[in-house]
């Protein structure tokens, strides 16, 4: 048996494709999209301890763009089901965590070189078809950045396994970083197919097992990411994707005593609601459970009077309504300076005016469509609202339709009033809306940035005056986890800007980082003495 300790290959970031029409990796990326729209309707499983599970309730897949067209059905559970999960993360657990770390972390990289070759273009294509990104979206979400997770996170867990307490003579400290008592429950959003793999994944690098609950919308990738992990050589039990309503998952999975923690990415009330739960059957539970959360945003756009009002534009237009403002990083409120708005808004609108809107198979389109029709249905609701006040007006934008898919123009909303609704609630969707302030007035702004809203996810000053930014950058101190200087708040890179923010936009602990990988260890420090006392006498007594 090797003694080694073994140095993992250096993480570096996937380069991104550019998908350029005519290019041969355009044309197999569109030609696996036809054939996996053209195929016979799939019908996806639950993953249970290796199993491949169905039941007679099957729920329809459909692309946001395209809502009477059923690319295949996913199997819908019960209590049951959650509960076979559970049974079989506990059932994988002892041997999963006894595996020597290596052997877990070339699972992982495994499942980065796949992804990086022969499973890149379907786990695009069924970002594309199903979530409705445009074909760079898909391919620095669902590619890229989940490469870039399992490399680094491999590259993480060698940091972390090295940091160990000094030893004084006779005697020999170490650090033991044991998984979780118990297993881990993961709750995933639609909105990015790399997080939903990497909340499953973290977590069981560190030798956890998890029991998965993926968005409904989010089923096709789903399974494409549970065939790669297979492909990769991920034990049976390691990771169980099951797909039940929310509440019934709750009820089984927060009142098991081997409940060991939860990673969660979704919406602030959800998280707040599952806190409670979990505080409320706190004396059941073998061990406090660990709780990461990554949950909404209001980010922010702050432009200075020194500012170039292209580059404001631009960082406004890109960070608001690429992937349709679906991001929880992406810009919805903005404060532009008076002395620089004509210019700004003119670019706003030149710019916004050029998007093309449709399918994702239309590689010129910049924009697709929402998620769904209930989340169609709310953005269109606070588009109604502006459309009726007085102190907003609507610069670009503002029609919608859903006949055929869930299209909503990206949509500008200029206001008077900085405690004007869509300035303050999180509507996720192509809605910006824009504050224009006295320019000598930026100090006091400042402070309505910081006082606006309860999230405190990311956001970005724009400025050629140094002072200035530094000036915002100590009065925004805690308005953004991730801050931005002169760019859009979106766009956070695995290894580069860890990603994760406080207030009411959950735990900060920094996914893509060490930070989130040590949430799921228990460490154990380990004393070994040499030559042992054989009195109790210590020489102050003489």
Known sequence: MSNALNKVPAAVNEPVRAYEPGTSEHTNLIDTYKKMYNQEPIDVPMYIGGKEVRTNNKMPMNPPHEHGKILGHFNYGDASHVNDAIDAAMAAKKDWANLPWEHRAAIFLKAADLLAGPFRDKMNASTMLAQSKNVFQAEIDAACELIDFFKFNVQYITQIYSEQPDSLPGIWNRLDYRPLEGFVFAITPFNFTSICANLCAAPAMMGNTIVWKPAETQMYSAQVIMELFKAAGLPDGVIN?????????????????????????????????????????????????????????????????????????????????????????????????????????????????????????DTSNFINAVIDEKSFDNIASYIDFVKKQDDAEIIIGGGYDKSVGYFIEPTVVVTTNPKFRTLCEEIFGPVMTIYVYDQDDFDTTLDLVDSTSDYALTGSIISNDRYAIDHAMKKLEYAAGNFYINDKPTGAVVGQQPFGGARGSGTNDKAGSPMNLLRWVSPRTTKETFIPASDYRYPFLG
Not at 242 to 269: E, I, M, N, Q, Y
């Open 241 to 361: 994707l099951v797909t039940v309503d929310g509440p019934v998952a709750g009820d089984v999975v927060f009142k098991h005593r081997d409940f060991g923690g939860l990673h969660f990415t979704g919406s602030t009330g959800v998280f707040r609601h599952l806190w409670k739960e979990i505080g409320n059957n706190i004396g059941k539970y073998k061990s406090y459970p660990r709780v990461v959360g990554e949950t909404g945003g209001k980010d922010f756009i702050m432009v200075h009077k020194s500012s170039n009002p292209a580059q404001v534009a631009t960082a406004i237009t890109r960070g608001s309504f690429e992937f349709q403002g679906q991001k929880c990083s992406a810009s919805s409120r903005a404060y532009v300076p008076n002395n620089i708005w004509d210019d700004v808004k003119s670019i706003i609108i030149e710019q916004v005016n050029s998007f093309k809107i449709g399918s994702p198979e």
